[in-house]
């Protein structure tokens, strides 16, 4: 059975960080292409970065990573501002790395990620 669990989001101010992380089990980690999306209250799911793309409004603040040993993928965001609430989403593609949501396969629960002002 495939899992991809979040963790790390929680509540900060303006201008601070946080690292999301997303590990996986069940599926060949390496083999696959991860993705982070996010979905504000009240709008619809929109794609944050894949390995080395990002997404406009992220780009220079926001960088994703992985760790084959550890089957992980990371979101280290920087510079933090409340635009950025959301619920945040990693996902895995079998296809290779895209930023549309239907090429992804399977999808975390998702973690909380509020930024106060």
């Known amino acids: 059975q495939v899992q991809l669990v979040e963790s790390g989001g929680g509540l900060v101010q303006a201008g601070g960080s946080l690292r999301l992380s997303c590990t996986t089990s069940?599926?060949?980690?390496?083999?696959?292409?991860m993705g982070w999306f996010r979905q504000a209250p009240g709008k619809e799911r929109e794609f944050v970065a894949r390995?080395?793309y990002y997404a406009d409004s992220v780009k220079g603040r926001f960088t994703i990573s992985g760790d084959n040993a550890k089957n992980t993928v990371y979101l280290q965001m920087n510079s933090l501002k409340p635009e950025d609430t959301a619920v945040y989403y990693c996902?895995?593609?079998?296809?290779?790395?895209?930023?549309?949501?239907?090429?992804?396969?399977?999808w975390g629960q998702g973690t909380q990620v509020t930024v106060s002002s």
């Open positions: 069940g599926l060949p980690f390496s083999r696959y292409a």
């Open positions: 996902a895995a593609s079998r296809y290779g790395g895209s930023s549309m949501q239907s090429a992804y396969n399977y």
């Open positions: 390995m080395t």
